[in-house]
């Protein structure tokens, strides 16, 4: 399954609301689609799994939906430590593949 | 829960190189583990994966045959044997454990830092 996330780079300012999308190749079944973010220096995190129950100690201001071929990643306020890189990640079919990521920067 | 990567180095294209993963905080044995890998300004690419007991390994067809995936269940410790390195596999390689109670890897809940494997002559 190839997964394609968009858009590549997304430019905001703190306090603005983020919408990262991960569009699937083929349908994902039962919804196994994962979020990580990614920050330099730092250990990936997961943020969501079956795609859209958060992982244990993540803010509710990240939220994840979608079903099938579509999912999004929401962060509704963003904050200075949410400025990274976020990629998707199916574990419905082998191998588990990932998205190419979405860069949120700093406008 | 901890995960430590060591062994990356730089190898001659056909070497080889030994990656461990010291794990504490979590119960080694019950969760499969996996090697993810991100190539210089590249995407991600699990690698390989290993049952909890040991009894079944997992690889991406870009590695099999010449990577191999065990683990040390007295130590918490998970290795990635990698020999007839190419320059493709040039990456920040990540030790991860799933998410799951499944045998095979399926998302990854933990990772480490990563450590570095590059591959030139």
């Known amino acids: 399954i190839v997964l394609t996330q968009s858009p590549g780079t997304l430019s905001l300012s703190p306090g603005e609301r983020a919408t990262l999308s991960c569009r699937a190749s083929h349908s994902i079944s039962s919804n196994q689609l994962v979020w990580y973010q990614f920050q330099p220096g730092q250990a990936p995190r997961l943020l969501i799994y079956s795609a859209s129950t958060r992982a244990t100690g993540i803010p509710d201001r990240f939220s994840g939906s979608g079903s099938g071929t579509d999912f999004t990643l929401t962060i509704s306020r963003l904050e200075p430590e949410d400025f990274a890189v976020y990629y998707c990640q199916q574990y419905a079919i082998s191998p588990k593949t990932f998205g190419q990521g979405t860069k949120v920067e700093i406008k | 829960v901890q995960l430590v990567e060591s062994g990356g180095n730089l190898v001659q294209p056909g070497g080889s190189l030994r990656l461990s993963c010291a794990t504490s905080g979590f119960t080694f044995i019950n969760y499969a583990m996996s090697w993810v890998r991100q190539a210089p300004g590249k995407g991600l690419e699990w690698v390989s994966g290993?049952?909890?007991?040991?009894?079944?390994?997992f690889y991406a067809d870009s590695v099999k045959g010449r990577f191999s995936i065990t683990r040390d269940n007295s130590e918490n410790t998970v290795f990635l044997q990698m020999n007839s390195l190419r320059d493709e596999d040039t990456a920040i390689y990540y030790c991860?454990?799933?998410?799951?109670?499944?045998?095979?890897?399926?998302?990854?809940?933990?990772w480490g830092q990563g450590t570095l494997v590059t591959v030139s002559s």
């Open positions: 991860a454990k799933d998410g799951t109670w499944r045998e095979a890897p399926a998302f990854f809940n933990y």
């Open positions: 290993i049952s909890g007991n040991g009894g079944s390994t």
